[in-house]
């Protein structure tokens, strides 16, 4: 370790981790806020529950397949698919962070993140740390979350185009995407609550195990990253070679010995920059030597900007809310069980390829009289 004690100084904090916890914070907090006004939508049109609110749009944040679909369809000139609409402005915003400030997204909103963040640090206090995977390992894993995303985008961006995207974008399973998503965890089997179990032990263990291998969103904000201009800089010349960075990282970066962090698992949480004790030596900046550096509770207000402008902006202009009503859902959720709700390898059928028993005088009158749309 370098002696050069004198440039050894406290930093004034600027309390970057202190906003990131309470921004992951307020973060759940609104996701567990959709999550009961969803379970309250849900038994009210089901039929068993006794209050009645309105669908939440930001549930759409947790179909990342059809808001992908969504984005191509855009980008193929298709415009904001009315279906899930929600879905394409928060994967927007999400994918805008990246671009701006790399992975910010997984340290500083997501949900999972911050779950998968706190098992790892309850893990240490268990364990007395948190283990790594061997190097010839770790790669080969960390690989596999692009894998994942590589059969998406070629499952959707190669293998779809307009018609492909409107009839599945269309279809009676893509309307009630998030209604399958809350009966797989309301109905939820055996199988999943085991892995869910080993995901759990393995993120004890091994800090982050879901977002560091297997988490395809991720892997599209990593890509998205490679775009931001904004790197973590070390300045070797101040530099007391005593690893606190390191130590702090949640993502195993040697920020220590590295000049520009490069790394695709840097999620920008700041940590290592609030670690370091010596003034002006671990900076987040365009270059090495650039003068525009961006302070940890700078990020959080980028962060939490861009989520409020885009889905502010969708609001704003009416593009927020499903196209598909009220009363359409409702019949839907009650014939929840119809075959043309199964989803069979990338394939949703349609309603008019499928027998219906009830259904298909629910198509021409409702009990509320209205009528649904043809697909
Ligand atoms: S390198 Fe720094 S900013 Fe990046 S993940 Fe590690 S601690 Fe966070
Ligand atoms: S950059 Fe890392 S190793 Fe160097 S002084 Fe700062 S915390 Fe210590």
Sequence with gaps: MKTTKHLVKRRPTDNGQQLRFWIQFAFVVLCLWIGVEFTLWYFWHEGSGSLAVSRPPGVEGFLPISALMSAWYFMLGGGVHPVHPAGLFILVAFVLMSILIKKSFCSWL??????????????????????????????????????????????VFFQMDRQALELFLDSPYNKVADVK???????????????????????????????????????????????????????????????????????????????????DECTTCMACVDSCPVSNTLQLKPSRSSRITIK?????????????????????????????????????IKDIDNPVYQHNQGTAPQEKDVTFGDFDQQQTSSPAGDTVPAH
């Design 181 to 263: 998503m809350f009966l797989f965890f309301k109905d939820i089997t055996r199988f999943s609550l085991i892995v869910i179990g080993i995901l759990v032990v393995l993120s004890l263990v091994i800090r982050n195990f879901w977002c560091r291998y297997l988490c395809p969103y991720g892997a599209l904000l990593a890509l998205g990253g490679l775009l931001s201009p904004f790197r973590i800089t070390r300045d070797a010349a101040n530099c007391i070679d005593c690893s606190k960075c390191a130590k702090a990282c949640p993502n195993s970066v040697a920020v220590d010995r590295l000049n520009v962090v490069m790394s």
């Design 110 to 155: 997501c949900p999972v993140g911050t779950v998968s963040e706190n098992i790892g640090e309850f893990g240490k206090k268990l364990f007395g740390r948190n283990f790594r995977v061997w190097r010839w390992l770790d790669y080969p894993l960390r690989s596999l979350k692009y894998l994942m995303f590589g059969f998406l985008v070629y499952a």
């Design 296 to 332: 940890p509770a700078l990020v959080g207000v980028a962060v939490v900007s861009i989520f409020i402008l885009v889905t502010g902006l969708a609001m704003l202009t009416g593009t927020w809310h499903s196209v598909v009503s009220e009363e359409e859902f409702s019949r839907r």
